[in-house]
């Protein structure tokens, strides 16, 4: 299922204009992406929790020229499906 038809049967559900209800994801994602850059986790009840983790540095090294590689740390978004979602799909 691509974004299109996502919004257009959201819409069927909920009784909203497509353009309405494509509002409505823009602005939910929109909030969503402020709290996460703020360091907040999100949690769904029914569905998941959102959060963002530190991936600490750590050093490669290239096998064909044995050369070290520094990576930096950075951050990550992790996502934890509920037990309700879990159970769902066993």
Known sequence: MNNKEFTS?????LGYTTKDTTDLITSLLGQMTQELEKGN????QGFGAFEVKKK????????????RILF???LV??????????????
């Open 9 to 13: 049967e959201l819409a069927d559900r």
């Open 41 to 44: 986790s999100i949690s769904i």
């Open 56 to 67: 600490g540095e750590f050093i490669s090294v290239n096998p064909v020229t044995n050369q």
């Open 72 to 74: 930096p740390p950075k």
């Open 77 to 90: 978004l992790a996502y934890r499906p509920s037990n309700i979602l879990k159970d769902k799909f066993k």
